[in-house]
């Protein structure tokens, strides 16, 4: 089999944005608007890079390739994050190759180099492949699509040459790999993720790797065992905003008003703790109390994160435009704009959740219609995806 | 001088509502909205009670209420609260001259008798007066109108019968009584809101009493020494609600999510602390900065109530208002509904107050400019009155 898809999700925060920064639980979840890698084995040489989302479509010759190899001595990614000599080095091979590329774009390129040369080092061969990849999310939303993007990279990569498994098994739809290799994806991932964003947490990547949902507190991340899949409308209010600038607003105030701050940041605290109560309640079985209790927790860490100062009018209007349907909404991530969830329930009916949506619109939001604490990374038999992501992976 | 006229103040709380029924701080602040008592001394032996806000109207002859006395033993009232067989005794004896009326309006007769009879019993003697009591407050809208009229009560008949000192001076427009003389008013006007409520807390008649502001805690009332007196808008939304019901609810939150709860009641705590603070730096220096905090504080514990579920569609409509005026607002008592207050600054033009008082009424709600901070009981010379209030105690 010469053609090969993998992809991963996103994530959001389902609560402890911001809290996290002050050493409070986050819970994050995997999100199944997803990236897609489609890989296919040539026999020609080269090396073929398609980024449609950004407009990318880059090809070399592995003999180009073969002189940067000497910066990548094979086990050192495992051992090692990149070093500011390799990126550069990289950087300045993509710039020659490429012009006056943006940045995240070349970023994206460099990543790619990155995991493809310690691939390359550690079977000593350089492959010669198309990748092309595609996402479903919205870049630079705090969705996690930097993540998404090195999973499937370094689970492509590290499968095509054999490193790890290809768990497909003939006539599967879909596959996953096993845990051990999981954690290898993982580690090469998130050295993908240190390319693109210098001193990641790491959560990113982990959620793409494990799927599901996963606690991130003071540095530990701790993936759940079991958690249910939650429907949820995801709306982008495209208000642009600084992670830096409100992560430091944050602190300000926690400074001002230690006595008022402190204690919201340990009832946000609360709220995640609760929520994964609520969540490994409903791995087994789901009611709606447990939707009741869920809906409450959203209400609650909205009201906090206007308390703490991340709050936008962008994000009231999302709140009520949905409360107005009967929905519950919060900010996700950095907040003072950016992204919203909307937590929907099973039975939550087609004519409410498309009403919702076109108000939404109305506004000038993007929004869909997803679910959270989707599976992490997979393989996938190309007949089974759905015909849009089938049209995009071939070029249609 | 055988007319006099007494006013006292109404009551909101500024921050604590809710969270002192956890033994959290509450700062309760006098409302320039006066209920205004004319009392003028008679001497044909008739007692008469004109109450317009509430339609009643009622005289007496002072030999009718002449055998009520026994039940009132000199001094009585200063050792016990009003006992159940001297309200019964007055409720009977309200019922048999007034016939089926409403229970508020009774229970006002009956606070009248209650304190006219004991200033009878410990002057020995059954004055013969006009009493017409009017107010600017609402009724039952929780800004301690009962309170208020207990104040002005008790202020009239200890000075109308020599108990107290009548401090208002030749020439003079306005005077206060001494200190001693204002706890005597306070301990007797507790009285009236004994009656009348069964078992309040004490904080509406103290604020009638001192006027300012009162920090109120686990039952113990501390006036503070000097507060500035604020400008508000007071906005009165006019949709009922129950306290009881949302105190209940307040409760039940806190057991069902303690972890979560219990922080939000100690940074509400923390807003009082903070107010005071802030409300004592103002008495001597106000600045800007002061204001911005203020407003901070009143976000923030808006915020809070909505958590704690004491928040209503048309509180947020409230604070949605006049924030697109700039102005920033909470619900103050018991939430649900009811009314809430917007701080203005001293420089606030007339023209964003108009503004933002036609939007309001716009809502539906029952809007006034008035003061926080303002001062306790007081003694008017009627010609400085203004002329709405000079009206109707005219009669016109």
Request: with cysteine; proline share 6%.
């Amino acid at each position: 089999m010469r053609r090969r898809v993998v992809s991963a999700p996103g994530k959001v925060i389902l609560h402890g944005e911001h809290a996290v920064v002050h050493g409070k639980v986050a819970l994050a979840v995997a999100l199944n608007l997803r990236t897609f890698l489609q890989m296919t084995l040539r026999n020609d040489g080269k090396v073929l890079l398609h980024l449609p989302n950004i407009g990318t479509r880059l090809h070399w010759e592995t003999s180009e390739l073969e002189p940067l190899l000497a910066a990548f001595p094979a086990g050192l990614i495992d051992s090692q994050p990149p070093s500011p000599e390799q990126v550069e080095k990289l950087k300045e091979f993509v710039g020659a190759a490429e012009g006056a590329a943006a940045a995240t774009h070349s970023l994206a390129i460099v990543a790619f180099l990155y995991l493809y040369l310690s691939v390359a080092s550690k079977c000593g061969v350089l492959p010669s492949m198309d990748i092309l990849v595609w996402s479903e999310l919205p870049t630079g939303a705090g969705l996690g699509s930097s993540a998404a993007y090195s999973v499937c990279l370094a689970g492509a990569l590290l499968s095509g040459c054999g490193i790890i498994s290809y768990p497909l098994g003939e006539g599967q739809s879909v596959a996953r790999w096993a845990e051990d290799e999981l954690d290898l994806i993982n580690r090469w991932a998130f050295r993908g993720e240190q390319v693109i964003h210098g001193n990641p947490s790491g959560v990113d990547n982990a959620v793409g790797t494990w799927g599901g949902a996963l606690r991130y507190q003071s540095g530990k991340i701790l993936p759940l065992k079991r958690v249910p899949t939650l429907r949820i409308l995801l709306t982008n209010t495209k208000v642009p905003r600084s992670t830096k600038v409100l992560v430091a607003g944050v602190k300000d105030k926690v400074l001002k008003f230690p006595a008022i701050m402190e204690p919201v940041l340990a009832s946000i605290d609360a709220i995640s703790q609760e929520c994964e109560d609520v969540l490994k309640a409903m791995a087994d079985h789901p009611s709606q109390e447990h939707y009741l209790v869920l809906e409450e927790l959203i209400d609650i860490n909205q009201h906090h994160l206007d308390v703490i100062g991340v709050g936008h009018s962008s994000l009231d209007r999302v709140c009520q435009v949905t409360a107005s349907h009967g929905l519950h909404s919060k900010l996700t991530g950095a907040g003072g704009g950016g992204c919203a969830i909307t937590l929907l329930r099973p039975d939550t009916p087609p004519t409410i959740v498309a009403a919702a949506t076109q108000d939404l619109d109305a506004c000038g939001f993007e929004c869909w219609e997803t679910d959270i604490g989707a599976p992490g990374v997979c393989v996938h038999s190309p007949p089974s995806l759905k015909a849009e992501v089938q049209a995009v992976l071939s070029g249609v």
